[in-house]
């Protein structure tokens, strides 16, 4: 398919995880795995845009965003500033989807928002071509 291929869809993509995570915060009650997962969603899709951008290749189908941003690091060392978000954000692309004793509590969903937010802006200086004006 060719959007898998187009760096620019997968920001788009990004884009609306992150919006959905801000304006489900706000339904009560709280669905705050769904947020925690959408934010770990949209982290993965900003990883692999970039990566798609600056490799021509699609990404690997993982969703560990660990490794995605070491293959980033590889492009751009400054991803080690983002190292640590990725680290607390790629929990929640399978424990929250699924019952299990992670409790997650309003503070991390707070965390996981702003955490996709730093990372998008990041992203944003990394590679600004990615995204509109």
């Excluded at 705050?32 to 690997?60: D, S, V």
């Excluded at 992670?102 to 503070?107: F, L, R, Y």
């Excluded at 702003?114 to 071509?129: H, M, N, P, R």
Aim: proline content about 5%; glycine content about 2%.
């Amino acid at each position: 398919m060719a959007d898998s291929k187009n760096p620019k869809r997968w920001l788009e993509f990004a884009n609306m995880d992150l919006s959905t995570a801000e304006h489900l915060l706000n339904k009560h009650p709280t669905p705050y795995e769904i947020i925690c997962y959408l934010c770990q969603q949209a982290a993965e899709k900003y990883l692999k845009g970039f990566l798609i951008a600056r490799t021509a290749k699609e990404p690997p189908h993982i969703h560990d965003l660990d490794e995605l941003c070491k293959l980033c690091k590889e492009i751009s060392v400054d991803f080690s500033t983002v190292a640590d978000i990725c680290s607390e954000l790629t929990e929640y692309g399978v424990q929250s989807k699924y019952p299990t004793d992670m409790a997650i509590e309003k503070d991390d969903v707070l965390q996981a928002i702003q955490d996709a937010k730093t990372l998008k802006s990041f992203l944003q200086k990394q590679a600004a071509d990615l995204f509109p004006e």
